[in-house]
């Protein structure tokens, strides 16, 4: 019964320390539960379904651009750079941002505001709310 137990234990520590990585911002070992293969499928999997359920992307090829830009800036900065990181501006009426696994971002802005004069600087349609 005790070996039996002792080998359970045995186990249950090396299931734990082969789910273990280098966080790469802390440089501490933690629990990964999925590889990172796993976290590239999961973002890629889910981000169409994302976006019909969002309505779909932004008609908007300048505010997509945009939004783009602003995007790679960060992502350039990132711990992670094996990611293809992208960006995208969702029709969605509530205004947000999050990020799925694996590089996928998405934002759905305020509503559109009035179209800046072409004497300003150029920008996309929309602006954001100040």
């Known amino acids: 019964m005790n070996r039996r137990f002792g080998l359970m234990i045995l186990v249950s520590i090396f299931s734990l320390a082969a789910g273990c990585a ?17 976290d590239i499928e999961i973002g890629k999997n889910y ?12 008609p908007d090829q300048a505010l997509q651009n945009y939004v783009k830009t602003v995007g790679q800036k960060i992502a350039r900065v990132s711990h992670n750079q094996t990611f293809k990181y992208e960006f995208t501006a969702l029709q969605d009426k509530s205004v947000n941002a999050f990020a799925l696994p694996a590089g996928y971002n998405c934002s759905s802005p305020p509503q559109p505001r009035k179209k800046r004069p072409k004497s300003h600087s150029p920008s996309p349609s929309w602006e954001p709310a100040l």
């Open 22 to 38: 280098t966080n790469p911002i802390t440089r501490k070992t933690d629990l990964m539960p999925i590889s990172e293969q796993q």
């Open 47 to 58: 981000a169409p379904e994302i976006e019909k359920q969002m309505s779909g992307k932004i």
